[in-house]
């Protein structure tokens, strides 16, 4: 089964602060991406990489950033954090696009910006 | 820009009933569909998957419906349980860049 593990699991930030979210997965997928959901948008993709080294920006990356040092960890990064901000963040791994086709989910992390 | 659309927002039905989720999209070259399946406290995890040559895709009780000409598609789950109340998202991949663009989602809850 694979296994995409998120830290910390609840972050509660001052805005202006910056705040740091890790991803690990074991899953040796070359693909990782980062969500946001918030009631009435769904999922909506901030950054993806293609492998270590990668970062590519999504649909709304404005006020994110992305790091990928190797194939297992991929973190995102909010250099200077704001209310808005406030939501539930979810990272995937999964090779979509060739044989797989399948997103594996962690379980989120619920940021708060007060 | 909203590429893709579902509904309804939300949905209740009883036990044992058929469950309709319905899913439309605006690009015509998309040509993969899955259907994730989300419970409160988790991630979303894959469900059912259809491709654009087909036109259904059966899971046990749960059937994808694809209307190509259309670019709509909906998710039925029969003999409804309570254990099926979860959120459930349409997604469409775009192909160029090897990623899943997800609708706002349909919330289900299954009286007992």
């Known amino acids: 089964e694979a296994a995409v593990t998120q830290s910390p699991r609840n972050k509660v930030a001052v805005t202006g602060g910056k705040v740091t979210l890790s991803c690990n997965q074991t899953?040796?997928?070359?693909?990782m991406y980062w969500y946001r959901q918030d009631t009435g948008h769904g999922l909506r993709l901030i950054h993806y990489?293609?492998?270590?080294?990668?970062?590519e920006k999504g649909d709304i990356p404005d006020g994110y950033k992305a790091s990928r040092p190797s194939q297992e960890n991929f973190s995102l990064i909010l250099e200077l954090a704001t209310p808005s901000q406030t939501s539930v963040y979810f990272c995937a791994s999964g090779d979509v696009g060739g044989s797989a086709e399948t997103l594996y989910f962690g379980s989120g992390t619920r940021l708060t910006v007060l | 820009q909203q590429q893709v659309r579902q509904s309804p927002q939300s949905l209740t039905v009883w036990e044992g009933e058929t469950a309709i989720l319905n899913c439309s999209y605006e690009d015509s070259t998309f040509n993969y569909f899955p259907w994730y399946q989300q419970f409160p406290g988790e991630g979303p995890a894959l469900l059912i998957s259809?491709?654009?040559?087909?036109d259904k895709k059966e899971d046990g009780r749960f059937t994808i419906f694809f209307n190509k000409r259309e670019k709509k598609l909906s998710l039925h789950i029969t003999d409804s349980q309570p254990g099926d109340s979860a959120t459930y998202f349409c997604?469409?991949?775009?192909?160029?860049?090897?990623?899943?663009?997800f609708g706002a989602g349909t919330r289900l809850a299954v009286c007992p």
């Open positions: 259809i491709r654009s040559v087909s």
């Open positions: 990489s293609y492998g270590a080294g990668s970062t």
């Open positions: 899953n040796n997928h070359n693909n």
């Open positions: 997604a469409v991949l775009s192909g160029s860049f090897n990623k899943l663009t």
